[in-house]
């Protein structure tokens, strides 16, 4: 089977000329760099927190899932080691923005809106504190670096990239998707403070969402019991692992294994994000 991407987390195969395998490994990526520990199940959470949203939006827009089962993959795949960690796609073509939704303002965000009141060229009103909810969510896309940081990049720009109409249909669906989401979120006690999504278009031109969504690598979440406007939160995501980091100068491209106890709490953040959005218990 033909590999014709390995990410910082997915595999991506081949399969012929309309389908591909995603394999989502239990690689996790901090600062740019891919660390030197595996965290055990993650890429099984990731992959069954992903097909629950597909199936969540699926009146807003059509998603690339095929299937999850592995009865359905090409018989390379119907083993042990890909069990409910693979997806079965259909083959778009990805279009090169990545559409980063926010509903807060925090992180790199909340970074800009310090300097001059503004995100991505976006004014945003006077006054408002680190992890305030905005008046409503914004499109802040970004290009898809290859290697290194991905760039902010304005609407207009975006625009001027893949032309206005297929920029206006991206914030639209990007939008409606965070906010049917979000608002699902909050019943159950999870707020989405941001997000990010890709888009492609199929063999017909009609757009399709890709690639993950709303999980715990590509989103933030925060608990609603412990939000507290004015600093930052605490996240159902990888956010422990930087603060860990940051705390012990353990340098992320080093080869030294970080600490068991470590993985635990990151894998159980994880996990509980995912039964408590899903209301499943995560069976590995």
Request: proline share 5%; hydrophobic share 35%; glycine share 6%.
């Amino acid at each position: 089977m033909k590999k014709i991407s390995s990410g910082k987390v997915r595999e991506i195969y081949e399969v012929d000329h309309d389908k591909l395998m995603l394999v989502v490994s239990d690689r996790i990526s901090a600062f740019d760099s891919i660390l030197p520990s595996l965290v055990p199940n993650k890429g099984k959470i990731l992959n069954q927190m992903a097909k629950f949203w597909f199936d969540f939006i699926q009146e807003i827009i059509p998603n690339h899932v095929i299937s999850i089962d592995t009865q359905d993959f090409p018989k390379e795949f119907q083993t042990k080691e890909f069990e409910g960690r693979s997806m079965l796609v259909k083959k778009l073509k990805m279009i090169p923005i990545e559409c980063i939704v926010r509903g807060y303002i925090t992180g790199s965000g909340w970074k800009n809106y310090q300097k001059d009141g503004t995100v991505c060229g976006i004014s945003l009103p006077q006054g408002l504190q680190e992890s305030e909810k905005l008046p409503e969510p914004i499109f802040t896309p970004t290009t898809k670096a290859a290697k290194g940081h991905d760039e902010n990049i304005s609407f207009d720009e975006v625009c001027h990239l893949i032309g206005k109409d297929l920029a206006e249909e991206l914030r639209g669906k990007a939008i409606e998707i965070y906010t049917k989401c979000a608002k699902y979120a909050l019943t159950k006690g999870i707020i989405i403070a941001d997000t990010k999504f890709e888009f492609g278009i199929d063999e017909t031109g009609k757009l399709v969402i890709g690639d993950e969504i709303l999980t715990p690598d590509s989103s933030r979440f925060w608990s609603v019991s412990d939000y507290q406007v004015g600093k930052s939160q605490k996240s159902f995501d990888k956010q422990y692992l930087r603060d860990w980091f940051k705390s012990t100068n353990y340098d992320p491209n080093t080869s030294t294994p970080i600490p068991e106890d470590i993985l635990t709490i990151t894998i159980n953040q994880y996990k509980e994000a995912y039964e408590i959005l899903t209301g499943r218990k995560f069976q590995a």
